[in-house]
T-cell receptor, first 110, second 115 residues
């Protein structure tokens, strides 16, 4: 099956810093989503981004489908950004399950 | 517009027992997927229901079964519980509609502890 790897596995930053999280996947995908899992376990949708670039406030994401990677940028980090960030992919129509990456645990220090 | 809801929020069972978890999808959605998330790992796909039928299944034993009702809500049943079934169980809803899925939205999850 498809492999989804995220880096770095852990990231500790001071409040106000910027960060880049990476997601590599081993096969072509038709769906890629970024999620933030808060300390209570809730998965919060950040982006649906199978290709191209999107921005939402301090967050932006870019997926280069031909090179099989996606990047999540967080600018001016806040303590509420702490948690685990997952990317998840779906490989093709008829096989519509999300395969999650290994996650990046982000800790923002005040 | 209510999002995805799940019940109960927490559950404690003993080995060998059976458990039923419930999920109501986001308004307007017709497809429900279930995921298991063990501590420190990413969610793993269990199965997906559409039009009251299991549409796709992940690598989980037959002890895991489900159901979808006409109002699109869903149940996940786990029989003969094992210690290793302790996890956060997540429900996701989406709109399959014309044949493609886009964004899946997740509920808050049910934390199951098997003693």
């Amino acid at each position: 099956g498809i492999q989804v790897e995220q880096s770095p596995p852990d990231l500790i930053l001071q409040e106000g810093a910027n960060s880049t999280l990476r997601c590599n996947f081993s096969d072509s995908v038709n769906n890629l989503q970024w999620f933030h899992q808060n300390p209570w376990g809730q998965l919060i949708n950040l982006f649906y981004i199978p290709s191209g670039t999107k921005q939402n406030g301090r967050l932006s994401a870019t997926t280069v489908a031909t090179e099989r990677y996606s990047l999540l940028y967080i600018s001016s980090s806040q303590t509420t950004d702490s948690g685990v960030y997952f990317c998840a992919v779906m490989i093709n129509f008829g096989n519509e399950k999300l395969t999650f990456g290994t996650g990046t645990r982000l800790t923002i220090i005040p | 517009d209510a999002g995805v809801t799940q019940s109960p929020t927490h559950l404690i069972k003993t080995r060998g027992q059976q458990v039923t978890l419930r999920c109501s999808p986001k308004s307007g959605h017709d497809t429900v997927s279930w995921y298991q998330q063990a501590l420190g790992q990413g969610p793993q796909f269990i199965f997906q229901y559409y039009e009251e039928e299991e549409r796709q299944r992940g690598n989980f034993p037959d002890r895991f079964s489900g159901h979808q009702f006409p109002n699109y809500s869903s149940e996940l049943n786990v029989n003969a519980l094992l210690l290793g079934d302790s996890a956060l169980y997540l429900c996701a809803s989406s709109l399959l509609g014309g044949g493609t899925q886009e964004t899946q939205y997740f509920g808050p999850g049910t934390r199951l502890l098997v003693l």
